[in-house]
């Protein structure tokens, strides 16, 4: 099932996790920049089980971002790297890039994911490394 998350700053997290699940979720996960004259630009944190983090792209932009679309917004990806989330742990880690978009941002994947899993409830490991899966 698909996990939707938006924090009060209009950032979010679209996630193929199951937080009550037993499996360690280990994805790769993309940052999409949305940008529309007039509006605030919006950032999300995309993870799907996809094999390339094109395919992620690909996927979310014909499913979920498919209304940003169609209202004229536009994207830009803005790196990507991989996801391990433990719901029993009640931990998340990253790390790695990705090989077509490469490194993401450390602060903004950290105050998304920190936006939607808040600490002290969870533990992070937030790092970026040279690490392509």
């Known amino acids: 099932p698909l996990s939707m998350m938006t924090s009060p700053s209009g950032s979010s ?7 009550h699940s037993s499996a360690l979720y280990d994805e790769k996960y993309i940052v999409v920049l949305w940008t529309r004259a007039g509006n605030p ?27 940003l679309l169609k209202e ?7 790196g990507g790297g991989i996801l391990q ?8 880690h990253t790390f790695g890039k990705s090989g077509g978009f490469g ?12 936006s939607h899993f808040p600490a002290p409830e969870w533990t992070h490991n937030i790092t970026i490394t040279s690490y392509v899966r």
């Open 13 to 19: 997290c679209v996630l193929d996790f199951r937080a």
């Open 85 to 92: 989330i433990s719901g029993p742990e009640k931990t998340v």
């Open 41 to 67: 630009a919006k950032r999300v944190l995309v993870s799907k089980c996809q094999p390339y983090h094109s395919d992620i792209l690909d996927e979310y932009t014909r499913a979920e971002g498919k209304a």
């Open 72 to 78: 004229g917004w536009e994207y830009r990806v803005e």
């Open 103 to 114: 490194y993401p941002d450390l602060d903004t994947v950290k105050e998304l994911l920190l």
